[in-house]
């Protein structure tokens, strides 16, 4: 018999509902859990600005692993461990790609940032929201031109003076308007060593350090914590999960999961919208 003492889910295609929030049934269980004294955390590769409203609105105080593992933040949202992305690396991943004609947001210590014009940015934008809301390009573009993704963006007119800045990078993401544009960009990092390429869906890319990827900060985390692996469930559904299962033998795909994904986890629980977390939860409760 184990005790389960932490439970790490992926936000979106797992936590996060088709309305994208979490629902009452998974902050239910998630609860529940907490009451017996299993921790919870969210493990995402959204930035941490992204997640702290949906931590607020839902009451949850809990641990969060972000950008895909290039911080991990406390109950308070400090960060206890970062992994950012040599500035060497940074500056060979962005002249590769602007050299196949497209670009990169830049997840920074100092905000985000771009090479791209304001047009590029806000095509990006919209890409990125039609994907998460399945909505028309052209319905994303209007929301996209007042959302923070958007207006919160800086502009890079001079690279040098970007890296010989106190910058630090954490992670690049771009959402394209294409699956043959994600695998263009995906094959000219290829031969890049010390970065992880990956991706919450088919027409987004997620770069970071190699070292920074869910599984392993997570490991490293739970092991200053004193907690051993198989004392951990997680939760996810796509490409940029695929550490976890790798690094933690009880492991719950969600239904609506990539087949990759599928194919290592130990469990398939309910879909996303359909309150697997809360489903897979209780199984562990139960059992």
Known sequence: MFMIKLIAS?????????????????????KMAEEKGIDFAIVTGRKYEDVEPFLKEAGLKCQCVVMNGAEYRDYDGSIIEKVYIDKIKAREVIEKVNKKGVALQIYTNKGMWTTETKEQALEDTAHMLEIFMNISFEEALKIAVNHPEYTSLNYISDLDEFFNSDVEIAKFVA???????????????SDIEGIAVSGSFHRNIEINNIEAQKGLILAKVAKKLGIEKDEVI????????????????????????IDEIKAIAKYITDTNYNDGVAKAIYKVINE
């Open 234 to 257: 997680v939760l996810g559904d796509s490409f940029n999960d695929y550490s976890m299962f790798k690094e933690f033998p009880i492991s719950f795909a969600m239904g609506n999961a």
């Open 175 to 189: 959402f394209y308007d294409s699956e043959e544009t994600t695998n263009k960009v995906k094959k000219e990092l």
């Open 10 to 30: 992926d936000m979106d295609g797992t936590l996060l509902g088709s309305d994208h929030k979490i629902s009452k049934e998974n902050l239910k269980a998630i």
